[in-house]
């Protein structure tokens, strides 16, 4: 079947559409990082450059420009949409529903009392500028929100997203998500499509989607769990990552039918899967895809800038950037205090969360639509928002200079919040690698020493049957290097390769060697030929495949774990005897 000239042409931009970004991804992005540029900074700069305010006016001069940007940028955003939820499925993957009910505190009592005061400071300034009451209480609302796929990109690139910092700002940031709710309920009121009482549509919008999540809660609560092993079983991470993403569409889409936000639903899914055994693959098969979709994400923000609206009103465009930083900073740092966030925390909070947010620039759109904001105001407006997302990575270098001032005047506060990885990770200090015969066994010894560990294998009815014997064990690829990554930690004393499947030990033994020099590497051999090679490859400890060999692991863990020698040697003789 042929191809018209016009199918052709379609065709060939997006292939060069497609060739453009992963050039971007991996070419550009890593130069920029060599020279210390943040990669969100890199894609805001590259999508201003590629997108149609950039180089692409050009066009018509130099038609080879057009290979190298995108005018229409539909596509971009859509799939930047996507990086969004993608984010939000991570986070509530490394959350767990004890660690919400943890910080219910700050999510519920400061993140709420942010947004209020905040939103009702800047409706007054707007107020003040001129812009009618419907129009202040909007821009009041969505500035009032910050962008969470900046700030926790940003969090997770300086390794702070799992520190007492990140999980502050991840706190505000769930209740701005939350808070798009009735700010969609004024806008629709304000446009017209409401129902005439808005007191009545936002306590509808508020129970059709706190219904909605209890739905999710329940289906996922009794299904999702059964459903996962059954699809593992298989040993096909393609089918196990389908899977995932299936789920993650189904309740985002849910939700947003609901009138919530696609990203909430995601949130969910993550935070439903995180109760199972199945979080750390799940994250190491996902992460890919969130950094692809983030990238798309940040470059479609920066496609959206106009450079030559910048010089139509210089001093007005920067006072207004400054002033929204200013007041969202000062609110944010003394809300801190007051809720006892000690002062660090404060004063880097302030800089994390003082920027507008991608909320802010739908809730722009609606106001135009509803001829509440002039096209001329809206443009503005849209510049503020935008550029000021844009400085962020810039802003993100002040915060520890900030939280170091606010410490020295303010040193009292309340405990942090502590870290959001589930308490089986962070208290263990041994990695057991397979869970067949000879892990448990060394199991057993730990236990009974009360050495904490954490144990994953491969096999999903394995995982399924010790998880209800109360083992700390989860399902996961030894072969996978992310997830060492993600169970090896500060407290982490030692590392066992206990797997049947001797040749894959070997290279396990050598990405843990590479990745981690300093561990203690423990591994079981099929015989003791095999011993120089093991040794050669970096091995700690090797132990001869015999009926002895898990006693004698158990016994080397114990004596790292600084315990005398003839107490391990009465234990693993219990052990025997059994």
């Not at 890199?42 to 006016?57: D, K, S, T, W």
């Not at 400061?110 to 202040?136: H, R, Y």
């Not at 203690?520 to 091995?539: C, H, K, M, P, W």
Request: charged letters at 15%; glycine letters at 8%; a neutral charge.
């Amino acid at each position: 079947m042929g191809h018209t000239a016009a199918d052709n042409h379609q065709m060939i931009s997006i292939i060069f559409n497609i060739l453009l970004f992963f050039g971007i991804a991996g070419l550009v992005i890593p130069l920029l990082q060599r020279i210390k540029i943040s990669p969100v900074l890199g894609y805001l700069l590259c999508g201003i450059a590629i997108g149609p305010f950039g180089l692409a006016v050009f066009a018509d001069s130099y038609h080879w420009i057009s290979y190298i940007t995108i005018e229409k940028s539909g596509t971009v955003h859509l799939l930047g949409e996507l990086g969004i939820v993608t984010l939000m499925f991570m986070i509530g993957l490394e959350l767990s529903f004890d660690r919400l009910k943890e910080l219910r505190h700050y999510i519920f009592g400061l993140g709420t009392t942010q947004i209020i005061l905040t939103a009702a400071l800047i409706f007054i300034v707007a107020l003040l500028f001129g812009n009618s009451i419907p129009s202040s209480i909007l821009l009041g609302a969505s500035l009032a929100l910050s962008s969470t796929a900046i700030v926790m990109k940003l969090l997770e690139e300086r390794k702070l997203s799992n520190q007492a910092i990140g999980i502050l700002c991840f706190s505000i940031l769930l209740m701005q998500d939350l808070a798009v709710i009735p700010i969609l309920v004024l806008a629709s009121s304000f446009s017209g499509d409401g129902t005439g009482n808005i007191f009545i549509a936002l306590g509808s919008s508020l129970l059709l989607g706190a219904c909605t999540v209890c739905i999710i809660f329940l289906l996922g609560k009794k299904a999702l769990a059964p459903l996962l092993r059954s699809v593992s079983a298989s040993t096909s991470p393609e089918w196990l990552a389908s899977f995932v993403v299936f789920i993650v569409i189904a309740c985002s889409t849910m939700t947003y039918l609901a009138g919530l936000s696609l990203a909430l639903g995601a949130f969910i899914a993550g935070l439903l899967i995180a109760e199972t055994e199945f979080r750390h693959e799940i994250e190491v098969i996902i992460n890919p895809l969130k950094e692809i979709l983030l990238g798309i994400f940040f470059l479609s923000i920066g496609m959206m800038v106009n450079l030559a609206e910048i010089f139509h009103h210089p001093i007005l465009l920067l006072l207004s950037i400054i002033g929204i930083y200013l007041l969202k900073a000062l609110v944010m740092f003394l809300l801190a205090l007051l809720f006892r966030i000690p002062g660090r925390q404060a004063g880097e909070s302030a800089i994390y969360l003082a920027q507008p947010g991608e909320f802010a620039l739908m809730v722009i759109g609606v106001a135009v639509s509803a001829h509440l904001v002039s096209v001329s105001d809206a443009q503005f407006f849209l510049l503020v928002i935008v550029i000021a997302m844009i400085l962020t990575p810039l802003l993100f270098k002040l915060a520890p200079t900030i939280g170091e001032y606010s410490h020295s005047l303010f040193k009292r506060g309340k405990d942090e919040p502590s870290n959001p990885i589930a308490a089986i990770t962070h208290k263990s200090t041994i990695v057991i690698a397979g869970f067949g015969r000879v892990g448990q066994l060394i199991g057993k010894v730990l236990e009974e020493r009360q050495i904490p560990y954490i144990a994953f294998d491969y096999d999903a009815k394995r995982v399924q049957k010790l998880k209800k014997q109360n083992f700390p064990i989860i399902y996961g690829d030894a072969r996978k290097k992310e997830l060492w990554r993600q169970l090896i930690g500060e407290h982490i004393n030692a590392a066992v390769i206990a797997i049947d499947d001797h040749l894959a030990s070997q290279n396990i033994l050598k990405s843990l060697r590479a990745q981690f020099p300093l561990l203690s590497v423990i591994v079981r051999s099929e015989d003791t030929q095999d011993f120089n090679r093991l040794y050669d490859e970096g091995a700690s400890y090797v132990v001869a495949e015999t009926l002895e060999s898990s006693l004698r692991i158990a016994q080397i863990i114990m004596e790292k774990s600084d315990i005398e020698s003839e107490e391990a040697q009465k234990i693993i003789e219990k052990i025997r005897n059994r």
